[in-house]
């Protein structure tokens, strides 16, 4: 009996012993493979494609050019990847991308992991636009890896006035006749990209002369429209025939023009016959005269 239970000891100590020692190499095995399977779960990079834009918002006046800057980054397994650039932007407007540092444009661009390229939109419009927002869009695609990337800009036109004036005929002359009302035509013009209101008009005429507008005040005149004032001029009766320099101006909170126009004054027709009465007197007076000393 002693032999035997001494025996079973024996056993059931190397039995706990094997089940130590396999614990012993099998655990770090398990440790090590639960270990290397987390990490390389870790390593494994999704791909992806992706702007990054610090100015999404310009402004500028209706006709300016706006350049927005964009970097695009690749992220994924592939050493260089090709990708197609699209635009699209308002009717009437030019969109293209360029690099940031040229004046080239790209329809694609190859793109490496990790790498990122510094792109430009550029975006004109070809016709003035009117003063509001206007949205520009860059996209960057592969279909084969099934990726793709959008950028929205926005362009905020800022309106501009521009008052041009001049006479109908385009001339800056005319001719008047003192003591009487003369009138002369000018064109109020819009030329700006927003309308222009109230314009008050104002004359710098020689001392003693009336000049008067027909409107005193114009109201509002649309962008691209125009408007025709009357303007009466009366020069003084007595005055002497030559030239005169009168200037118009039209002033608005905006806007303002001027223009110089020369003024030729004619004498009044019956003064004309008057002074040809004289001299014909005179040459009358002279020529009896002439006659009385040749008779003597």
């Known amino acids: 009996m002693g032999y035997r239970n001494k025996k079973s000891k024996m056993l059931f100590l190397t039995t706990v012993l094997l089940f130590v020692i396999s614990l012993y190499f099998l655990l770090p095995g398990t440790i090590f493979a639960q270990t290397t399977e987390e990490e390389t779960e870790e390593t494994v990079i999704p791909e992806k494609l992706e702007f990054d834009i610090t100015y999404p918002e310009l402004k500028a006046k209706a006709g ?157 005149i649309e962008a691209g429209k125009s408007k025709e004032v009357d303007v009466t001029i009366t020069p003084p009766e007595k005055t002497i025939a030559g030239d005169y320099m009168l200037t118009i101006s039209a002033k608005s909170e905006n806007a303002e023009d001027k223009i110089e126009v020369r003024v030729t004054v004619l004498t009044p027709t019956i003064w004309g016959w008057v002074g040809i009465g004289i001299i014909v007197i005179v040459i009358v007076g002279i020529a009896v005269t002439f006659a009385r000393l040749g008779r003597r």
């Open 64 to 220: 300016e050019q706006f350049s927005f800057k964009m970097d695009l980054t690749y992220t994924g397994k592939e050493e260089e990847v090709t990708f197609d650039l699209t635009t699209e932007g308002p009717e009437g407007w030019y969109v293209g991308v360029t690099p940031a540092y040229e004046q080239t444009e790209i329809s694609a661009v190859k793109l490496k992991p990790a790498k990122k390229e510094s792109l430009k939109a550029v975006a004109i419009p070809l016709v003035k636009p009117q003063p509001g927002e206007y949205k520009i869009t860059v996209k960057a695609s592969n279909e084969e890896l099934g990726l793709e990337a959008t950028a929205e800009f926005l362009a905020i036109v800022t309106a501009t006035y521009e008052l041009d004036l001049t006479t109908k005929s385009g001339r800056l002359d005319t001719k008047v006749t003192s003591g009487k009302d003369n009138h002369l035509i000018i064109k109020l013009e819009n030329k700006g990209s927003d309308s222009i209101e109230k314009i008050t008009l104002s004359a710098d005429e020689p001392e003693g002369w009336i000049v008067e507008f027909d409107p005193k005040e114009v109201e509002k």
